[in-house]
């Protein structure tokens, strides 16, 4: 970058540095040396190892005791675990598939805040701004969604959600169609949201502090503009991951419990 | 020249985006001022709200995107 001159040059170089930054790549740039990942591993598979194992030894540790009454770090995710039970499982699907179903939204919920918060902290990734992730964990969706109906309702009960009560055929023939297709935009839709979400703040992030290499000394206060949207992205990982999680809950009530 | 008629249509994107958050977060919070005891429920209906309309905003600037790295 330091070779580049005009403004031009300097504009295509921050371009190039910022979206090599945010996309996948075969090595792992730390301070001092590349760690150059093997062929079947790219950065973001390193970050969701990393983050499983971050989960594995959060929630090992933690409640490793048998305490009656959680302390500490366990209370606090405790706290997280019964919001995500209560407000997001409960809320959607009543209290009996509520409770059954919680531990998929908890594990959706801490694993997508764990990849969030991973790409703020410096070194690490952003395995959520990368289309292949969110496609994976939006699968689960579709699939729990699929699987999940037919496994309650049966093949008949799972038609049926497409089908919806006193409409006339007319009608239905369209809306039959919409309504199966729109399962698999709904679930397309997820997907893009935190995808778009989480690599538009980092490009963003990026950007101001690009303006100072293009334009100089003179673009100086866009590293506050800089800081504040980094904050920002503190507050949008949990939102996000909770939107995440909201949303699949609610499009497998949908299709769960079609007259809701 | 791509680049540019990118960046028109992120513009038009937030313009959008805007209208659709600004009136829902006017709503939301006139309906808390009127009736602080149901904050909790509306901030839940708000947040989605606001999620879905995003989506909508985050894909068409996921097509500018793509238009500027084409």
Redesign the interface.
């Known amino acids: 970058m330091a070779a580049a001159s005009t403004t031009a040059e300097r504009t295509q170089a921050v371009k190039d540095y910022v ?1 090599s930054h945010v996309s996948n790549s075969d090595h792992w740039a730390l301070p001092f040396f590349d760690v150059h990942l093997p062929g079947w591993l790219t950065l973001h598979g390193l970050m969701l190892i990393v983050a499983a194992l971050i989960l594995i030894a959060l929630f090992g540790l933690a409640f490793r005791r048998n305490d009656r009454v959680p302390r500490g770090l366990a209370g606090a995710l405790e706290a997280i675990v019964k919001f995500v039970r209560d ?1 997001i499982s409960i809320a959607n699907l009543g209290e009996e598939d509520g409770r059954r179903m919680a531990p998929l939204f908890c594990s959706l919920f801490f694993f997508v805040l764990t990849l969030n918060l991973m790409g703020i902290v410096p070194l690490f990734a952003t395995a959520t701004g990368n289309l292949g992730v969110t496609t994976a964990l939006a699968l689960v969706t579709l699939g729990v969604m699929i699987g999940g109906a037919i496994y309650k309702n049966g093949l008949i009960g799972f038609a049926k959600a497409f089908v919806p009560a006193g409409i006339p055929i007319p009608v239905l023939i369209i809306l039959a169609p919409i309504e199966f297709m729109g399962m698999f935009i709904k679930t397309f ?1 997820l997907t ?2 935190l ?3 989480m ?2 703040g980092h490009i963003v992030i990026f950007v101001l502090l690009g303006l100072v290499v293009i334009f100089g000394g003179i673009a100086l206060p866009s590293v506050v503009l800089a800081i504040g949207i980094d904050l920002l992205e503190v507050l949008i990982a949990p ?1 996000q991951a ?2 995440f999680t ?2 699949s809950a ?1 499009f497998i009530a949908q299709i769960h419990h079609p007259e809701h | 020249m791509t680049g540019t008629v990118a960046a028109i249509g992120a513009g038009l994107v937030a313009i959008g985006a805007a209208l659709g958050i600004g009136k829902l977060a006017a709503a939301s919070v006139e309906g808390i001022a009127r009736q602080p005891e149901a904050a909790a429920k509306i901030q839940g209906a708000m947040i989605i709200t606001a999620a879905l309309i995003e989506g909508v905003a985050l894909f068409a600037a996921v097509v500018c995107l793509l238009e500027v790295l084409k």
Do not use: D
Request: proline share 0%; hydrophobic share 75%; charged share 5%.
């Open positions: 979206f407000n839709a893009i949201r995808f778009a979400n690599l538009a939102l909770y939107i909201l949303l609610m």
